[in-house]
């Protein structure tokens, strides 16, 4: 798996979860769809992944309509279907339906020309961990900042 820089991040998603697991799949997308995407006009920020039917989908992610389409230019709100092994798929759905847990977009980066998705099985925090979070956060730049000016 060899990442390039990330055409697309969520970076808010690991303030709001935590990361359990993460899987990568393939995107079906249109022409003009991976047109917008390789110009870094997407946005991940409210998206996450239902299945449904035994197939998993990206719903709720924003891609920009291609600024050289024409009236065959994509739906910027539609559903993507996500490109998964049967297996895969199955484990997902038992870990979603039966520990209340949630599927979220990381990031979406190319593979050999191909779009793929980095998404996480997530389990969502609370505020009083979102807090501690930032307080350990904040601490480490403290100590961080006294090693560096000696």
């Given at each position: ?6 055409l697309a ?41 239902s ?14 309509p291609?600024?050289?389409g ?21 484990t997902l ?57 000696r």
């Amino acid at each position: 798996m060899s990442q390039d820089k990330p055409l697309a991040q969520n970076r808010k998603v690991r303030h709001d979860y935590e990361i359990l697991e993460t899987y990568e799949a393939g995107m079906v997308l249109t022409g003009t769809e991976i047109k917008s995407i390789r110009k870094g006009k997407m946005n991940l920020k409210d998206g996450f992944i239902s299945i449904r039917d035994g197939e998993a989908w990206l719903k709720q992610v924003h891609i920009s309509p291609y600024d050289h389409g024409n009236i065959f230019n994509h739906d910027p709100e539609r559903d993507r279907k996500l490109l998964l092994h049967k297996k895969e798929i199955q484990t997902l759905h038992r870990e979603v339906q039966q520990n209340r847990m949630t599927l979220v977009p990381l990031k979406v980066y190319l593979v050999r020309g191909r779009a793929k998705l980095l998404f996480g099985l997530a389990r969502g925090k609370n505020k009083y961990d979102k807090r501690h979070a930032l307080k350990d956060q904040q601490a480490k730049r403290d100590i961080d900042r006294a090693l560096k000016i000696r």
